[in-house]
Structures are given as structure tokens and as C-alpha cells.
């Protein structure tokens, strides 16, 4: 994203390096309240999992219109770049809590 961003200036929207600091933020943010309830059970991570997911997508959604809508000469770069970063921060998530649950769930031994 970094190279992108200093070869192709006028095909990215300014905000990006924010963007990216920002699902930094949210990501560790995330990674921190799910390992915590993975420790709880799996219901209780499955249902603090689904209910931060959804307060999540709002919290982007929200992101995107007021963006767009507060700059709208650069809505669609945003969007897109918003969308790349999206996506790549999803796949590392579901893999660090498919190795957070399978770390936290018990093996199944009993003696």
C-alpha cells in the first residue's frame, strides 16, 4: 500500500495512511476485548464476537457516507482504498482468532 501510494498519489485518496492507522487501531482494540472472552467460553465468545462484528460494520459504514459526504471529489478513491484495507485486515483477523480459539480451546483429554 505504501508503494502505491508514493507512485500512484492521483489514483489514492489522501486519507489512506489514517485509514490504515486506524484499522491498526480497531484491529488491536478488537484482538484484545475477543481474547478476553475466548477465555470465557465459546458462547461467550461466539456472541461477543458476532456483537463487536456488527458494531463494527456500522462503525466503518458510518465512516464511509460521512466521508463521502463531507468530500465528495474524493469519495470514490477513499471508498476503494477504504475497501483494499478492509478486506486485508479481515483476512489477518480471521486468522488471528481461528489461532486464538484454537489455543483456547481445551484438547479433550480427561483422566
Same mark, same amino acid.
Given at each position: 500500500?505504501?508503494? +502505491?501510494?508514493? =507512485?500512484?498519489?492521483?489514483?489514492?485518496?489522501? #486519507?489512506? /495512511? $489514517?485509514?490504515?492507522? $486506524?484499522?491498526? *487501531?480497531?484491529?488491536?482494540?478488537?484482538?484484545?476485548?475477543?481474547?478476553?472472552? #475466548?477465555? *470465557? @467460553? =465459546?458462547? @461467550? $465468545?461466539?456472541?461477543?464476537?458476532?456483537?463487536?462484528?456488527?458494531?463494527?460494520? +456500522?462503525?466503518?459504514? #458510518?465512516?464511509?457516507? @460521512?466521508?463521502?459526504?463531507?468530500?465528495? &471529489?474524493? #469519495?470514490?478513491? $477513499?471508498?476503494?482504498?477504504?475497501?483494499?484495507?478492509?478486506?486485508?485486515? =479481515?483476512?489477518? &483477523?480471521?486468522?488471528?482468532?481461528? +489461532?486464538?480459539?484454537?489455543? *483456547?480451546? /481445551? =484438547?479433550?483429554?480427561?483422566?
Amino acid at each position: 500500500m505504501l508503494i +502505491a501510494f508514493l =507512485t500512484l498519489p492521483q489514483h489514492l485518496s489522501p #486519507a489512506l /495512511p $489514517f485509514v490504515l492507522i $486506524f484499522f491498526m *487501531s480497531v484491529s488491536l482494540l478488537s484482538y484484545s476485548l475477543l481474547q478476553k472472552k #475466548a477465555s *470465557s @467460553g =465459546t458462547s @461467550g $465468545f461466539v456472541n461477543g464476537f458476532m456483537t463487536h462484528s456488527v458494531l463494527r460494520m +456500522a462503525l466503518y459504514l #458510518a465512516i464511509i457516507l @460521512g466521508y463521502a459526504f463531507l468530500n465528495r &471529489e474524493d #469519495a470514490v478513491r $477513499f471508498i476503494i482504498g477504504f475497501f483494499v484495507i478492509y478486506l486485508i485486515f =479481515t483476512i489477518f &483477523e480471521v486468522f488471528q482468532f481461528l +489461532a486464538l480459539t484454537r489455543k *483456547s480451546k /481445551p =484438547t479433550g483429554k480427561q483422566l
